[in-house]
């Protein structure tokens, strides 16, 4: 075996946690070497939040054009999927190439190393170099972080797998848009792009196995984005799971409760999983599972840390970020705050735009807490009023009556997301209610429906 090179921190997986860890880790003095067999910066900027969010925006920019008739007089709108996939290819991803975000890893003084890592001990990691050199054995002296995401999952779907389906990396790839699309999966993914290219013009039909739309989420919003694709002309298909999918001259087939959808593409955004076990984390003597179990300072074990998508709490970017400060800190001995987890926000991005933070009413319930719901309809308070094309939405807040705080909110509408941020500060804070009650909110704005629900708790 290859003798190990002794250095302080490893970082196996360089996606946003790992990025952030390994710089702010060399920017301190430590030795770092960092790993990555894909780019550097993960699914994030090339394949979900910053590319997806450009095709949002301009799908939205489409339908804003399409509502002047009911305000302003008559638009003449024609969609060009050409101008976002440049913009995407351009401005976003620098056609999939990441030597910006290696040159600034290294600038940092991180020593970048492209290939296959896996963990051969609590602290050593094997890498097989993409450019075929011999293989590099590293030690680390103070901790190897973990942080190498997750890839898109695919059900066990009967036929699926025979198929050339679409993952969302494809998606964000696509350069022409089909006629038509079938996309499994109803979650935050599958409802940001069946929105996006329905918007588009393409003739999109979503199958979901649970009983409704983002069923993560507050069945008002649920209800709420289902309405706004029903004026898209998506067609929604919730509560039967698919049982075929097939590829033929007619292009993609999926069988559903006795019904046959046909489509010229097929998207499946049904979720993500990690490649613990090609990781090497039994000889790293961790469990085998879904996720890197972590404590609160983000320690796996020993020396071994993880961030992002590999823990149990992973999924969004600004938690990946969240969790690598906390471990940055404990390795430097920095102290400060631990992982605390009772306020994670997060967005759907269709219109109306989904944001949620803490736990839904069915989450508090089955946590045997004892419940205030307050709601305020966005469409009718005044900013929403105004608004008038678009401006469905709700607020909709849930209290802990013995503790007299919020564990729980949803802000969906207009800037939905936005609004989100006041909500997710009083659950964090535990502000009590009756000091939300005392607030003074701007006029007219779509915030001013948190007021209203407030004043509805009970």
């Not at 001990?121 to 103070?142: H, I, K, N, Q, Y």
């Not at 071994?304 to 999924?315: K, R």
């Amino acid at each position: 075996m290859t003798d190990a090179e002794r250095v302080d921190v490893v970082v196996l997986g360089l996606g946003v946690g790992g990025e952030e860890a390994a710089g702010r880790l060399a920017q301190a003095g430590l030795s770092v070497v960092g790993i990555e067999r894909r780019l550097v910066g993960g699914e994030c900027p090339y394949f979900a939040c910053v590319p997806t969010k450009m095709m949002v925006r301009a799908a939205d920019l489409l339908t804003d054009a399409r509502r002047v008739g009911e305000l302003a007089g008559h638009a003449d709108v024609r969609p060009d999927w050409g101008q976002v996939a440049r913009r995407i290819r351009d401005e976003a991803t620098d056609d999939w190439n990441d030597q910006v975000a290696v040159d600034r890893l290294v600038g940092k003084g991180v020593r970048f190393v492209r290939g296959e890592g896996r963990l051969t001990g609590p602290d050593t990691v094997a890498v097989r170099p993409a450019d075929g050199s011999g293989e590099l054995v590293f030690r680390a002296d103070r901790a190897v972080i973990v942080g190498s995401g997750t890839e898109p999952a695919a059900p066990p779907v009967p036929g699926l797998a025979d198929t050339p389906y679409w993952t969302n990396r494809d998606a964000v790839r696509a350069t022409e848009l089909p006629a038509s699309l079938l996309i499994l999966g109803g979650g935050p993914i599958g409802c940001e792009f069946a929105q996006v290219f329905a918007r588009f013009g393409v003739a999109v039909t979503v199958l979901e196995a649970a009983d409704r739309l983002l069923p993560g989420e507050e069945p008002e919003s649920s209800d709420l984005v289902r309405s706004a694709f029903a004026a898209d002309g998506v067609t929604v298909r919730t509560g039967t799971a698919v049982e075929h999918v097939g590829h033929d001259w007619r292009g993609f087939t999926a069988r559903v409760g006795g019904e046959e959808h046909v489509a010229g593409r097929l998207l499946v955004a049904t979720g993500r999983r990690t490649e613990l076990a090609e990781l090497g984390i039994a000889a790293a003597g961790l469990p085998d599972g879904k996720f890197i179990a972590t404590d609160d300072r983000m320690r796996a074990g020993g020396a071994l840390y993880a961030v992002g998508d590999v823990t149990e709490h992973g999924g969004f970017t600004h938690m990946a970020m969240y969790q690598a400060d906390i471990a940055v800190r404990d390795i430097l001995g920095q102290g400060g705050f631990s992982a605390d987890y009772r306020a994670v926000p997060r967005v759907t991005f269709t219109d109306p735009e989904v944001g949620a933070v803490g736990l839904t009413a069915a989450q508090a319930a089955k946590a045997g807490i004892d419940t205030l719901i307050g709601t305020a309809d966005v469409a009718a308070e005044t900013r929403g009023w105004i608004h008038k094309a678009g401006n469905a939405g709700v607020v909709k807040l849930v209290a802990d009556r013995d503790r007299n705080v919020l564990v729980g909110a949803t802000s969906v509408g207009p800037c939905g997301g936005e609004v989100l941020a006041a909500l997710t500060l009083a659950v964090h804070a535990e502000v009590p209610i009756d000091r939300l009650r005392s607030m003074i909110d701007a006029y007219p704005t779509f915030h001013r429906a948190i007021g209203t629900a407030v004043a509805s708790l009970g």
